[in-house]
């Protein structure tokens, strides 16, 4: 089995609803992840898939509806006050947790066609959380 990864930075902003630590309040986070991708054989370029294409598509997507957004669950309070001020929002169903934001990238990746395994992200340099179907 051939294995790829890549890495992907993202700036991002979320609170976390029904939870009474630090992150209860409107905060940023410096977020990394790692996604990997899997397949038994290699393509007639010798690649899972090109790395080039990662970037395009996952980077690309992240950039434009995640990267310096407030990422907020649509139940939040604060979602209307921050759409009639103009903030730039990602809304989740779930509460956006590094564990949901792992997920929520996963998920987009398989929509994409990519042979993904897992996404590991850390939304400190010490926390990380995967998801991953196995
Ligand atoms: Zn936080």
Redesign the pocket.
């Known amino acids: 089995m051939f294995r790829v990864s890549r890495e992907i930075d993202f700036c991002y902003g979320?609170?976390?609803l029904n939870y009474q630590g630090?992150?209860r309040h409107l905060?940023g986070?410096n977020g990394k992840l790692v996604v990997t991708l899997e397949a038994p054989s290699l393509n007639d370029r010798g690649m899972v898939l090109d790395f080039g294409d990662i970037k395009n598509v996952l980077a690309r997507w992240i950039d434009k509806n995640l990267d310096h957004r407030m990422i907020l669950s649509c139940d939040d309070p604060a979602v209307p006050v921050l759409k009639e001020l103009g903030e730039p929002l990602f809304l989740m169903d779930s509460n956006p947790t590094a564990e949901n934001i792992a997920k929520l990238i996963f998920d987009f990746a398989s929509q994409q066609g990519f042979p993904v395994v897992e996404v590991r992200f850390w939304?400190s340099p010490r926390c990380c959380a995967t998801y991953g179907p196995g």
Request: glycine share 0%; net charge positive.
């Open positions: 979320h609170r976390l630090k992150c905060h986070h939304d």
